[in-house]
């Protein structure tokens, strides 16, 4: 009788095991390289920062050598995933409502450049396969921001600022999300996925690293005057504390409001005016307050908007939003500077829709992922928390979005991305051992 084929019996995906080492194809893994490199341009964007680099179309040069090795090893595909169906959504209704937009051609022009983050979103989800994969892709998205924020914060000593409010603000290298509120939510939105890797992280090395970038964004933030970053960058602390339990919650908890003293003891006195017009708009100059009142009067815009457009909105992108305001609403050339009338002035109840969907559909997918991993025995383990993070940078994202328009942010879909290779890789049954 022959032997059994116990191998391809107890096979499984060689994401699965911690104990068994992985193995999977050469153009997989290099692809996955590549993504890192791609997180690294889209984050740093070298082609807005330095000035001869202004004329060479570095990304859409990189974006397509990456699709062809997508193409080469198989990965050019739209693998199953809880996420899917609103991100594409979301896609689509960009090209949907553009005949109904203020100005279709920029509506279309949105869609493109909404599709190339969908296209991102595509590649993490089909070339993820194991918790390595996953890893590394992690590591590469907090190592480019801790770059970014190095370059940033030497541009700074260098002279390169914002004078905005009656005082210096810092501001990020680039053009997409580099003024001080900006610049300042994408510091605050990498901090938890750093805390995360530091913690367990074996490499002495890279754990300074993931701890170097703790100390730096602060101090970042801060050199911003960014208010809401500031609140956002609290939230981020407490979220943390909150996941422990005990006497050791109590402590962290003393140790952060002894930190907060420090701090803001320590901080320049031009920015601790800026951050108590919070609670007192005496503290600053008259256009702080003005500035509230500009998103607020941006939100009830946005509001008028659907009145009149809910089920197409105004057309998808800025200039859609600014063209319409200019022209039929109160003739101010501003964004709405927030996320939930950014969303529906622009792309209606279905932009709603598709929105709360996609933020559904990534919160559970942790959740049941957490879930799957409590029952093979890994609870505590950085997959388990890894879904804790994904789910504190939503809320964190959330809250963003009360003070800016950060819809096209690519970090909504990398969050999914990675939601989806959470719940993938927690799904995926063990491997059986014949002793």
């Not at 998103?295 to 939003?321: C, D, W, Y």
């Not at 709405?336 to 559904?360: C, D, K, R, T």
Request: hydrophobic share 50%.
């Amino acid at each position: 009788m022959p032997p059994i084929p116990t191998k391809n019996l107890f096979s499984s995906p060689p994401d699965v095991m911690g104990s068994v080492k992985t193995s999977y194809d050469k153009k997989s893994n290099s692809l996955l390289i590549i993504l890192c490199w791609y997180i690294f341009l889209l984050t740093e964007r070298p082609w807005e920062s330095i000035s001869y680099l202004h004329d060479l179309r570095i990304q859409f040069i990189y974006a397509i050598f990456m699709i062809l090795v997508a193409a080469f090893s198989g990965r050019l595909i739209i693998v199953k995933a809880n996420t899917n169906k609103w991100v594409l959504g979301l896609l689509g209704l960009h090209f949907i409502l553009a005949p109904f937009a203020f100005s279709p051609a920029s509506a279309i022009d949105t869609g493109i450049e909404y599709a190339k983050i969908v296209l991102l979103y595509i590649l993490l989800v089909s070339s993820v396969e194991t918790k390595e994969d996953l890893k590394l892709i992690l590591k590469a998205f907090v190592l480019s921001m801790l770059f970014y924020s190095l370059h940033s914060l030497w541009e700074f000593h260098n002279g390169r600022h914002e004078w905005r409010m009656g005082i210096v603000r810092m501001i990020g290298v680039g053009d997409a999300y580099s003024n001080p509120n900006g610049f300042a939510a994408s510091l605050t939105l990498a901090m938890p996925f750093a805390y995360l890797l530091a913690r367990f992280e074996q490499t002495k090395y890279l754990r300074r690293l993931y701890y170097g970038y703790l100390v730096l964004a602060p101090i970042c933030i801060v050199l911003t005057g960014s208010r809401t970053g500031f609140v956002a960058m609290l939230l981020c602390f407490m979220l943390q504390v909150f996941r422990f339990k005990g006497l050791k919650k109590f402590f962290i908890l003393v140790f952060l409001v002894v930190f907060i003293i420090v701090g803001w003891q320590l901080m320049p006195e031009d920015k601790q005016r800026r951050i108590e017009t919070l609670w007192n708009e005496d503290a600053g100059p008259a256009n702080a307050k003005e500035s509230a009142e500009g998103r607020i009067e941006g939100f009830l815009a946005s509001l008028e908007m659907f009145k009149q457009h809910p089920f197409t909105g105004v057309g998808a992108g800025k200039e859609n939003f600014i063209g319409y305001r200019t022209s039929f609403i109160d003739g101010v050339a501003l964004q709405s500077h927030n996320l939930y009338g950014e969303v529906i002035s622009q792309l209606g109840i279905g932009g709603a829709f598709f929105l709360l969907g996609l933020i559904w559909s990534t919160v559970r997918g942790c959740l049941v992922a957490n879930r799957n991993l409590a029952e093979k025995g890994e609870s505590g383990s950085f997959f388990q928390a890894l879904g804790f993070t994904i789910i504190a940078t939503l809320i964190l994202l959330l809250l963003f979005g009360v003070g800016g328009h950060n819809f096209y942010r690519p970090l909504w879909l990398m969050l999914a991305a990675w939601s989806s290779n959470l719940l993938k890789i927690s799904t995926v049954p063990q491997r059986l051992t014949i002793r």
